[in-house]
């Protein structure tokens, strides 16, 4: 059915203005100062926006949703992490393709594929991971990107033994992606380093979560960005630092950046709202904020809002990886005496024996469940703070995650001819975030209590309406594939 959104302050990277939508069927055929509703076919559906801001639907870079890791899977599927995606006011996902080192590449791709295809509400595309980079490997993520639609490949320099790419692997990949055009993604944190820290930690009994952080320093994570940059130059390959948590990792990107990397960075909304105390709190609560890279201190915090304001960090995605509290993170579950450091035991992504009596926080899986919480956290912590404006946050949760991964202007933009993908948006509602809210399976929100200033009221994904007030109503499935063409970056 037709669709007018009538009445709202449009608000787009680059434009602020009273407006009115229109689209005759999944595209926006009319932006206008007034659109009359009576020139309009009867049945279009009107959405009336008064005092209400639209943004363009937003776009989360970075989400796991199918994702076996460390010993289990997260706890969303397609249905519930969609759902939750479009309650929150993302339309499109980037969900990252993680296969094991033994899988081949093509077989993962129309695994996790079908997987989204079956149950997916809002619209996807995926990175995709290389682990393995033997001739096999090479042909088929070849082929993924000329006739599959993939434009953007993932490397992890951390997770040693499970995920890890070895560093003339990595060359060959960066190699091949810049003959490709295809732009590659980084997890940044040297795996040997995390290795040799975690062993230390729990040879010296510390195994709480709070340990986490210091297993995996700021300098881990800023040597990684380093040695990741330094092979994307060396290259001229196009590279893309994912979830960077703190300082001396964003002054590493501006480095290789001002020597003529090309590198974009993104931050995730963990990283930008919660800190390490987060991690310390008592009963093994801290083990629901332990990921990779760690919660860091109020300090890199206030450096990665600055980078988000200055546009050096391009994005602002999620790294939505959810595990149950109440069963997955106790796999590391220590209980920790009165007046000791101690707890439990483990060393890499790939899980591995059970915590045993005295637990192991290298066990806990790593992640942190945020897909519909994003773009208020942002709002509230980002805009209403004063920290950025909503041009930036437009930019920074949409337009640019569409235009680094090949998806503009179909997505992440108010203009004719780009999906109606709209978000119609209370900026004053005032309530806080909890568990009973969230369309995620996952048993608990990492926000829970804080703040909330903001409200979607009103979501559509190419011209319908899926969501109210935070509630999805879109029935079933619904989203699609979008093949992506990584011309634009080819030399
Ligand atoms: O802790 C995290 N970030 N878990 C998900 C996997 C990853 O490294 O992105
Ligand atoms: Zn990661
Ligand atoms: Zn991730």
């Avoid at 490709?180 to 040997?192: P, Q, R, S």
Wanted: charged content about 20%.
């Amino acid at each position: 059915m037709p669709l007018l959104i009538r009445g709202g302050r449009i608000i787009t990277a680059t434009r602020d203005e009273r407006a009115d939508v229109y689209a005759a069927d999944e595209t926006i055929s009319r932006i206008e100062p007034s659109i009359s509703a009576t020139s309009l076919p009867s049945d279009t559906v009107v959405v009336d926006a008064t005092n209400r801001l639209v943004f363009p639907g937003f776009i989360d870079p970075h989400v796991h949703i199918h994702l076996p890791f460390m010993g289990t899977n997260a706890a969303d599927d397609h249905d519930t992490a969609t759902q939750a995606a479009l309650a929150g006011g993302t339309t499109t996902v980037i969900e990252m393709i993680c296969p094991g080192p033994q899988d081949e590449p093509l077989s993962a791709f129309e695994s996790w594929r079908q997987l989204a295809a079956a149950k997916a509400h809002c619209d996807f595309t995926f990175h995709q991971a290389v682990v393995r980079f033997d001739a096999l490997a090479r042909e088929q993520l070849r082929g993924l990107v000329q006739s599959r639609g993939v434009a953007s490949f993932k490397v992890f320099l951390a997770y040693k033994g499970a995920l890890d790419i070895s560093d003339s692997d990595l060359l060959a990949l960066l190699e091949m992606s810049r003959d490709l055009g295809v732009i590659v993604t980084a997890h940044c944190e040297n795996a040997d380093a995390v290795a040799h820290l975690q062993a230390a930690m729990i040879a010296a009994g510390n195994k709480s979560p709070k340990f986490h952080e210091p297993s995996r320093p700021v300098w881990v994570e800023a040597d990684g960005v380093n040695h990741f940059a330094t092979f994307a130059g060396l290259t001229r390959a196009h590279g893309y630092i994912v979830h960077t948590s703190c300082d001396a990792a964003l002054q590493q990107a501006a480095l290789a950046r001002g020597r003529g990397v090309s590198l974009w960075v993104e931050a995730v909304i963990p990283h930008l709202v919660l800190d390490a105390s987060h991690v310390e709190r008592p009963d093994f609560e801290g083990a629901k904020f332990v990921m990779s890279p760690p919660l860091r201190t109020k300090a890199d915090q206030d450096a990665l809002w600055r980078a988000v304001a200055s546009r050096e960090v391009s994005t602002i995605g999620t790294d939505h990886a959810p595990f149950h509290f109440g069963s997955q993170k106790q796999l590391g579950r220590c209980a920790e005496p009165a007046g000791s450091n101690a707890v439990a035991g483990r060393t890499n992504a790939g899980g591995g024996a059970a915590a045993g009596a005295t637990g192991d926080f290298t066990k806990i899986p790593n992640g942190i469940g945020s897909i519909q919480e994003r773009v208020d956290l942002v709002h509230t912590f980002g805009v209403v703070a004063g920290r950025i404006n909503y041009q930036t946050m437009v930019d920074a949760c949409s337009t640019q995650a569409a235009r680094i991964f090949g998806m503009y202007p179909r997505k992440g933009d108010i203009a004719i001819g780009s999906d109606a993908d709209l978000v119609v948006y209370d900026p004053n509602a005032v309530s806080r975030f909890c568990k009973a809210d969230s369309l995620s399976a996952l048993d608990y929100c990492a926000y829970e209590g804080m703040e909330r200033v903001g409200r979607c009221e009103t979501v559509t994904l190419r011209g319908r309406i899926v969501a109210r007030n935070g509630k999805y109503i879109g029935g079933v499935g619904g989203g699609r594939y979008l093949p992506r063409t990584p011309s634009h970056f080819a030399q």
